[in-house]
């Protein structure tokens, strides 16, 4: 990952708008909804990156009048990053379930029922935010992504119908369930892989050793990815963490743009080199449904599926092995219970989506006004989804701050969303983790986490799971 520069909140300065025309005629544009609703002629003539932003620079105080504000609420602290669930224990949740951050410049819902009604209603509440740079960009970053081909909304999850269709349909379709299983097997082998190369006579480093580099080369295979690129790759997709989801100050921002702009050249060029050398991956998969109807499926758009697989399917992984993994060994006797009875596995992976989840925060905007935790919204408000929230929300779970590898209703969490943009590699995910944790308790049945060490996380506010994670083995 990269290196995270933390900026003070000046760096929010608002950017002048830049304009764009990159949408070909006779698609439906994903942008013009937003555009023409904040004023724009039409996405052919404007598409910007502060205009979005717009919608809560928007909202005035007055506005916000009624619904409490946390002043020092701010998912990027040190505080918050070391533990969240101490920050959320110190709030009036009861009181206030739905309250104004204005170092973020959102609101954050943190109730179960809030939440999964604002995954289910995508009329009043759009995904366009769930990858906007929390920052204003700086003109320069923002014209380098925009050179490159990467959109305000950059991909599938922040797209709203119908254009979210468009992509998502031919992924469901290349995505199969038969795919997913084949997947197994090769899981299988690179943790093998992976834990033969661990030496475990002396503390190890777990996440370099597996959780790491267990999603890449599952996804990045999958996709069709040459083995040479791998690490430029999961460079680039640090760029696109820190950029979108962490509070990067004008030199980071430039330095990932350009990053990101690479990025989406990249994914271009190997769908077109793809186009000429099918193979048995899902990169050749999807132009087999361009070859059906070209224009219900372009090769821009085939680059733009990649783009999201490329980035969910491993660094949400990786930090679901590694909470997982903590949470097992920071109590004795869990770890203890999976070994001595494998089939609660599954229990123990759905355990930790709920309780410490990898993507602990995402986000939505009203598009209308709207009364959400008995608090009145204006259209354009942007919103925090505190999913690691409501995983602890004692009207969804019976004593959620248990980690309790017996609860039946585990799998009721919002970890993976709900509704229209539910996360297409759920199946696969949990798949990993668990051959992870198969293999991990036959090999140590006594694994232990080292003492003394501080876990770290990555300054960013949607994904989360340790840097580091030393466990000793015997
Ligand atoms: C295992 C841990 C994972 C977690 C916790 C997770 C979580 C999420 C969340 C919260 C969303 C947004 C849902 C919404 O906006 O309503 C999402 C969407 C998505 N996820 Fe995952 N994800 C995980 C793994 C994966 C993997 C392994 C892949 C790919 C192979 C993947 C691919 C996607 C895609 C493509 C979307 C966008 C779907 C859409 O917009 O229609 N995810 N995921």
């Given at each position: 990952m990269e290196p995270f520069q933390a900026v003070p909140e000046t760096s929010t300065a608002r950017t002048p708008h830049l304009t764009l025309g990159v949408f070909r005629p006779g698609l439906t544009c994903p942008w013009s909804r937003r555009a023409e609703r904040y004023g724009a002629k039409g996405c052919e003539e404007r598409a910007d990156w502060s205009r979005l932003a717009d919608g809560v620079e928007g909202v005035t105080t007055e506005q916000r009048s009624g619904c409490p504000v946390q002043e020092d609420f701010d998912p990027l602290s040190e505080e918050f990053l070391r533990d969240p669930f101490a920050v959320l224990a110190s709030l009036p949740r009861d009181g206030a379930p739905v309250f104004y951050a204005p170092t973020l410049g959102y609101y954050v819902v943190t109730r179960y029922a809030d939440i999964e009604k604002v995954f289910l209603d995508n009329e009043s509440y759009s995904a366009a935010t769930a990858q906007l740079p929390l920052v204003s960009l700086v003109p320069e970053a923002a014209r380098i992504l925009l050179a490159g081909g990467h959109q305000p909304q950059p991909s599938m999850v922040s797209l709203d119908e119908p254009a979210h269709r468009r992509l998502r349909n031919p992924t469901v379709r290349a995505f199969t369930p038969r795919r997913v299983d084949a997947m197994a097997p090769?899981?299988?082998?690179?943790?093998?892989?992976?834990?033969?190369?661990?030496?475990?006579?002396?503390?190890?480093?777990?996440?370099?050793?597996?959780?790491?580099?267990?999603?890449?080369?599952?996804?990045?295979?999958?996709?069709?990815?040459?083995?040479?690129?791998?690490?430029?790759?999961?460079?680039?997709?640090?760029?696109?963490?820190?950029?979108?989801?962490?509070?990067?100050?004008?030199?980071?921002?430039?330095?990932?743009?350009?990053?990101?702009?690479?990025?989406?050249?990249?994914?271009?060029?190997?769908?077109?080199?793809?186009?000429?050398?099918?193979?048995?991956d899902f990169a050749s998969a999807l132009l087999a449904i361009h070859d059906e109807d070209p224009e219900s499926l372009t090769q821009d758009e085939i680059a733009s599926i990649l783009f999201s697989l490329s980035f969910a399917g491993h660094e949400t992984t990786s930090y679901l092995i590694g909470n997982m993994v903590r949470r097992l060994l920071e109590e004795p006797g869990r770890w203890q219970c999976v070994v001595a009875d494998p089939a609660l596995i599954p229990a123990a992976v759905e355990e930790t989506l709920r309780y410490d989840t990898s993507v602990p925060a995402w986000r939505r905007v009203t598009t209308k006004p709207v009364t959400l935790g008995g608090v009145d919204l204006p259209e354009g408000a942007k919103l925090f989804l505190w999913i690691a929230a409501s995983g602890r929300d004692p009207s969804a779970f019976r004593e959620p701050e248990v980690f309790d590898l017996q609860r039946s209703n585990a799998n009721r969490h919002l970890a993976f969303g709900k509704g229209i943009h539910y996360c297409l590699g759920a199946a696969l995910g949990k798949l990993e983790a668990q051959i992870a944790l198969q293999e991990l308790t036959r090999r140590f049945p006594r694994l232990r986490l080292l003492e003394g060490q501080t876990i770290r996380f990555h300054p960013n506010i949607s994904f989360r799971g340790p840097l580091e994670l030393w466990v000793r083995a015997g």
């Open positions: 090769r899981i299988r082998a690179t943790v093998d892989e992976l834990l033969d190369a661990v030496d475990p006579s002396a503390p190890f480093e777990l996440v370099r050793a597996l959780c790491f580099p267990l999603p890449a080369t599952i996804i990045f295979s999958f996709m069709g990815v040459p083995r040479k690129d791998w690490d430029t790759l999961k460079e680039w997709c640090g760029s696109r963490a820190t950029l979108a989801w962490g509070r990067p100050g004008p030199e980071q921002q430039l330095c990932d743009a350009q990053k990101m702009a690479a990025y989406r050249g990249y994914l271009r060029q190997l769908v077109g080199s793809k186009a000429d050398a099918r193979a048995d």
